[in-house]
């Protein structure tokens, strides 16, 4: 079974501040994809990056960057000098990335984190 | 870009209704999958399909059916429509060989009152 922790519910900071949201993740598959998705206060969500169990090289895409860690099971996301714009409900999710059946087709969320950024 | 249209933004339902929650994606997706959202709870998979006419469970099906009779749309029926059934409901889609690589495309959501 699949499940993903994201442990902090609501994240509070002011503008200007770096902050990094949590994400453990929990799999016996041994090829997966982790991702993560962005919901701001429209709703629809928005997909940020993926990351496949083969690659841990951490990524930095402008102002966001991830930090992969097998060994420790953890897919961290950390946004760096943060705006208002940047606030929203942030999901990570795990995905097995093996074939063979309906079942494999489907992305487990965490239940996500409520960062909220203040001017 | 992909593109995926839930038929209603808002919806208000009464108890014991029918009610149908329609999804449409244009890019030719074989998988496309219904997602429940509720506070504290995240995501959670209602239904999903792989092709046409194919449907599989997911996490929380008890009280919802779907129906996938074309490519592009698939369709979440709620029975008979109960209190607790009122959430954000997500649709999404995804490509099919290389499902993990490529992720899902959501739609906007539609949230449901039923009173």
């Known amino acids: 079974a699949q499940k993903v922790t994201q442990a902090q519910t609501e994240i509070s900071v002011v503008e200007k501040e770096d902050v990094t949201l949590d994400c453990v993740y929990e799999?016996?598959?041994?090829?997966?994809?982790l991702f993560w998705y962005k919901q701001p206060p429209s709703g629809e969500l928005v997909f940020l990056i993926r990351?496949?169990?083969?690659?841990?090289q951490n990524e930095i895409s402008g102002r966001y960057s991830w930090n992969f860690q097998k060994s420790t099971s953890s897919f961290n996301f950390t946004i760096t000098a943060s705006q208002v714009v940047d606030s929203a409900v942030y999901f990570c999710a795990l995905s097995a990335a093996s074939k063979g059946g309906g079942s494999n087709y489907k992305l487990t969320f965490g239940k996500g984190t409520l960062l909220t950024v203040n001017p | 870009d992909v593109k995926v249209t839930q038929s209603s933004r808002y919806l208000v339902k009464r108890t014991g209704e029918k009610v149908f929650l329609e999804c449409v994606q244009d890019?030719?997706?074989?998988?496309m999958f219904w997602y429940r959202q509720d506070p504290g709870l995240g995501l959670r998979l209602i239904y999903f399909s792989y092709d046409v006419k194919m449907k599989e469970k997911g996490d929380i099906p008890e009280g919802y059916s779907v129906s996938r009779e074309k490519k592009e749309r698939f369709s979440l029926i709620l029975e008979s429509a109960s209190t607790n059934q009122t959430s954000m409901y997500l649709c999404a889609s995804s490509l099919s060989v290389f499902l993990g690589g490529y992720g899902y495309t959501f739609g906007s959501g539609t949230r449901l009152t039923v009173v």
């Open positions: 990351r496949n169990s083969f690659d841990e």
């Open positions: 799999t016996r598959d041994t090829t997966y994809y």
């Open positions: 890019m030719d997706h074989e998988n």
